[in-house]
């Protein structure tokens, strides 16, 4: 079945979220947004694009930064509210200059730093 | 630091988007909401436990399937407003029957089932 942006459910903001993966070691980078035509740009480019809700604007991760994100393979859930890309991350995904986004643990009911910045 | 789970960044509705991964495989299993009382529900009893929008009740994963997520490590991300759970997941986690909720891929522009029911 051939795939269109357009039959994804997206938010009142016209949102879908989308989980980064790290292709090569399963690690959970990081969850941004897209809308229908970062969506398309995603598949056409192969280079993972987002929706900046901050900066209402698109977002090719790594555009400024060099921490570029190319897709290795795009998954849709089964409600198709969800999406998740394998990248090859270059460089870290988080804005902290941290591999992942989800550094911080709760453990005992504290929050434990799990990265340093690289 | 001490968590507290009105720290975290919530939707207008009071919602936090949470990722279950396979705390052994590293497969991405699903994406679901979770609001601040399901976050402390989470940590308090290990049984990994959300928000069913649809329902608009709270659902510990697995209560009438059996096929619960057992808490294994809880990530905040760096802007707090999106959640890690890895987790020890019993029988499949969609609920399809299949192992992941991203058993869809798109590939050349057509969409690829991945994974059958179990």
Chains 1, 2 share one sequence.
Not at 53 to 81: A, H, I, P, T
Not at 89 to 102: I, K, L, M
Request: hydrophobic residues 35%.
């Amino acid at each position: 079945m051939s795939f269109d942006p357009a039959t994804l459910k997206y938010s009142d903001q016209g949102l879908i979220p989308a989980i980064a993966q790290d292709d090569a070691t399963g690690e959970v980078l990081m969850m941004a947004w897209m809308n229908a035509e970062a969506v398309r740009q995603t598949l056409d480019t192969g280079r993972v694009t987002y929706w900046s809700r901050s900066r209402q604007s698109f977002w090719v991760k790594g555009e400024s930064s060099g921490n570029v994100q190319e897709l290795v393979d795009f998954r849709v859930d089964c409600d198709r509210d969800c999406l998740l890309v394998r990248v090859r991350q270059t460089g870290p995904a988080c804005h902290t200059n941290r591999r992942s986004c989800f550094y911080t643990a709760v453990r005992d009911g504290t929050e434990v730093e799990l990265m340093k910045p690289e």
